[in-house]
């Protein structure tokens, strides 16, 4: 497609701001010729952005984007024809109908032809985008694009006005195709990596999209989908009769939930490519799947290192889990696809904790462990029934996702904080607490520490008041011993208590204890975002 400024937008584009700005240098004319490629997992908005830059561009230069992926049931070679008919109609009228040149080579397949169209867009001063760019591999689209790379980028080459950009959805094959015994080593430079929405641009689409009007709903969206923008995006603009209706339609949250978990189950069944592991953009080794497993099913607040190893090590038939096999998979699994993350023990060195925080991964594989193969069935006559189950799985991650929220709001409020979510200490009897921000004093000779309480019903605050106040004072005395160097209080000077919404009866309480309340709009509100009247569900 060709992007400007009339393309049609059905969704608005949020955030992104340093992106946008980054990619926009990018697009601008500058000597020499050097191809960029836009990483990111699928969904995460790597196409939007270039439409974005384009539009705002108004056509100068034109972006163009060719998407290499096939149709369904429709050979990739034959793929590759159709998008040489569609590059050369986008080709000046002047150089439409003389090409290809008359002394021009023959072709031996439609890629060569692409490939050359595609120069001929460049030396145009179009800026070319080549999507899902990792199926060019198996169409030895790579060995041409190098050869054209090279002539471009050759001392004493003709300047090329036009720009390249590669994406693609499966990170793992499109990092391979630059790996150094590849053709395009060192060609095509990563100019930039998307990460998950941050909190705020989360917040201010759901302020718009009316979705803040029922923060306990707005939860469970967010405890499903995080901050991958497709998600949000299918769920709230996509037409499609099987989407679940408005919020508005439902009695109260718990019926509307219950509804969700129905529609995203029946979701999962009905597309593979909506699945965690879907092969057409991850490859998940044994090792892989069986840690994104314990940790999704069974250890969904983590697990320490070496007990993931151990559990591990009898449950993978073939690869027996060594060390080796175990920390390649993980590195993978953290470094390059963002899906766990890595907690170090807060008062000092010691075994770090692993943790899926990836919410769509962990939302399917905990909520619907039924779905996956090598999920370890619990029988029990007494169990209830699955609907219920999975009601409870969810409960259970809203609580986890309240805190990954509550820490990306924290984390735009006071960027000079110290905010760690799930701050724990290393001895056998450690403490836990959800959220801990630490800030620089310097009226005093120590830092000033906040410790944050998240629950999804308020009302859990007041009864659980006395346990927080002594988890707070054995957290910072175990920590006093092992981070002399922060110079932290005997008592937090701040407890800020976190749940969707209050009450104004108990949030009057919880002041009157001398607490502090957060709920989700307090949360937009902070970070600058106008407010709807709330909804009376």
Known sequence: ?????????????????????????????????????????????????????????????????????????????????????????????????????????????????????VAALLD?????????????????????????????????????????????SHQQQLLEMFASDQPLHQRITAGIALK??????????????????????FLTLWTAFGGIPRAWEDFIADEDETRLPDMTRWSSDQVWRAAFISHQEALLERSSDERFDDKATIELSNPQRAILMHLGQRKPRG????????????TIEGEGMNRRAFEAGLHLLIRHLDLIEVLAPFDGDGTPRLQLVDNPTLFQLHVFPELWSGYERVKSVHSPNLSTRRMARLETLEGQALERLTEGALKAIRPDDWILRNAWNQCPNGREVDLLAIAEDTTRSRAQVTIASCKRNANRHLRGAEALDDTSVAFLAQARAGRRDLGLPERPDETLLVSPEFTPEAREQMIARGRRTLDIRGMARLCGIPLPAPHSA
């Open 196 to 217: 998950a929405w941050r909190v705020p641009t989360v917040l201010e689409m759901a302020c718009e999209q009316g979705l803040l009007s029922f923060p306990g709903r």
């Open 303 to 314: 697990d320490i290192y070496d007990r993931v190893r151990a559990a591990l090590g009898e």
């Open 124 to 168: 145009c001063g179009i800026a070319v985008g080549l999507d899902e760019f990792h199926l060019a591999r198996p169409l030895g689209l790579d060995a041409k694009y190098k050869i054209m790379i090279d002539a471009r980028q050759r001392v004493g080459s003709p300047p090329t006005p036009g720009r390249l950009f590669v994406l693609g």
């Open 1 to 117: 497609m060709i992007v400007g400024p009339d393309t049609p937008e059905h969704w608005r584009f949020y955030g992104r701001a340093e992106e946008l700005k980054r990619l926009g240098r990018q697009l601008a004319p500058k000597r020499g010729f050097h191809p960029k490629r836009i990483q990111g997992r699928r969904g995460i908005g790597k196409t939007e952005l270039l439409v974005e830059v384009g539009r705002r561009a108004n056509g100068q230069p034109p972006v163009l984007i060719f998407d290499l992926k096939p149709a369904t049931a429709e050979d990739p070679h034959t793929r590759v024809s159709r998008l040489v008919e569609a590059a050369r109609t986008h080709l000046p009228a002047d150089k439409h109908t003389a090409w290809p040149p008359p002394d021009h080579r023959h072709y031996d397949s439609p890629c060569e032809r692409f490939v050359d169209l």
